[in-house]
């Protein structure tokens, strides 16, 4: 019989385990409780980069950074060999994962919604982001990206703010969207709407929204490493996870827009994202 040891399962916490074999040089692990196996290394399963790294490329990507420099600053200050392909893997791996963990999350949001559209270019063809975030908790509700600003768009944007936030709005605010009271009035039936709908014009109206363009002008940075609509499209999904869930806010007594709305989380940062077993 193999000897226990002082270590604890990585997914169930249980410290019934016992050694389990050395592969390359890292010793193995299963769980009498859970029959998971595990190597001793701090890194996911089936994996043997340690979650730190791992979720140190998460956040220098989120933060704007490009692959190359990913690379060179894993490489060089936390001394672990990797190449860009494998860093991207991990994006995908990651931003799928904290996607599906926060789609289905409902939000306590305010009444008041407010309503962007910015522009960006996908391999040489002009498309259009619309976000809707609640005034209140800067929660970003839903972003939806399209080659065009048909009312149709703008009504898939706002069901899925709906979606979220489970009630709608009283007031929603614009940044100039003349057509959106059409797109308005498509989301809510014009017989049993009553949203009034106005746009941002005043200087305490754009000093109250800059939360909201510092996020989007941070978005956009990040977009630039972008190389199809299918991988923007990851990048928008993966930012707004990120927003909502793992950025602390000074306006929000450093709580996260997630924490604000009332919304439970497993995770604070990256790292903790990276270790997290359903």
């Excluded at 709407?193 to 941002?200: H, W």
Aim: glycine share 4%.
């Amino acid at each position: 019989m193999q000897k226990k040891t002082a270590a604890q399962c990585k997914f169930c916490q249980s410290h019934s385990i016992v050694k389990y074999g050395v592969r390359k040089n890292i010793q193995y692990h299963r769980c009498r409780e859970s029959g998971r196996i595990f190597s001793e290394t701090d890194a996911p399963e089936r994996m043997r980069t340690p979650a730190p790294v791992i979720a140190t490329a998460l956040r220098l990507f989120y933060d704007g950074s490009s692959l190359s420099s990913i690379k060179e600053h894993i490489e060089k200050k936390l001394k672990h060999t990797v190449d860009v392909s494998t860093i991207y893997r991990w994006i995908i791996k990651y931003t799928d994962k904290i996607v599906s963990l926060t789609r289905d999350c409902k939000a306590d949001a305010s009444r008041t919604w407010v309503v962007y559209e910015t522009f960006t270019d996908v391999t040489g063809r002009d498309y259009w982001i619309w976000d809707i975030f609640c005034e209140k908790t800067k929660l970003l509700l839903a972003s939806h990206i399209s080659h065009s600003r048909t009312p149709r768009d703008g009504e898939i944007t706002i069901n899925s703010a709906f979606d979220r936030a489970g009630s709608k709005p009283d007031l929603i605010m614009l940044d100039g969207l003349l057509s959106y009271p059409k797109q308005v009035e498509k989301a809510f039936k014009a017989e049993d709407m009553n949203v009034l709908v106005e746009n941002i014009s005043s200087d305490n109206d754009v000093n109250h929204m800059e939360e909201f363009t510092n996020a989007l002008s941070h978005r956009t940075r990040v977009l630039r490493g972008s190389r199809s609509l299918k991988s923007t499209i990851m990048i928008i999904d993966g930012f707004a996870a990120y927003y909502n869930f793992l950025t602390p806010q000074p306006g929000l007594n450093n709580k996260t827009p997630a924490e604000t709305a009332g919304i439970a989380s497993p995770f604070k940062n990256w790292g903790k994202l990276v270790r997290y077993q359903p």
